[in-house]
Nanobody, 121 residues
Framework: QVQLVESGGGLVQPGGSLRLSCAAS????????MGWYRQAPGKERELVAR???????NYADSVKDRFTISRDNAKNTVYLQMNSLKSEDTAVYYC???????????????WGQGTQVTVSS
């Protein structure tokens, strides 16, 4: 199986920063894209940022110029640096990894358990 362990969430004041990490472990042959999604109360889960195996990135319009996604392929880890946080960034953040366990199987989506980010004074 593939396990994703997230860390770095918490409570921060508006304008502050947080860095989320997500480490993938287990039976992994290769990882394609890695990303972060979030879900606020009463809202649907939405893409925050995504990075491909070649390093191409895309961001939700609401976080452009404030959030930065990066990955360490040697550690199978993806990061999300969040700056200038706003109250509307409050949500549960979920790590997503597109990986395959063996060369003979297709890629599958794997999800972390979620980490709470609360932006409040």
């Amino acid at each position: 199986q593939v396990q994703l362990v997230e860390s770095g969430g918490g409570l921060v004041q508006p304008g502050g920063s947080l860095r989320l990490s997500c480490a993938a472990s287990g039976s992994i042959f290769s990882i394609n894209a890695m990303g972060w999604y979030r879900q606020a109360p009463g809202k649907e889960r939405e893409l925050v940022a995504r990075i491909t195996s070649l390093g191409s990135t895309n961001y939700a319009d609401s976080v452009k110029d404030r959030f930065t996604i990066s990955r360490d392929n040697a550690k199978n880890t993806v990061y999300l640096q969040m700056n200038s946080l706003k109250s509307e960034d409050t949500a549960v953040y979920y790590c997503n990894v597109v990986a395959r366990r063996f060369i003979s199987v297709p890629f599958s989506d794997y999800w972390g358990q979620g980490t709470q980010v609360t932006v409040s004074s």
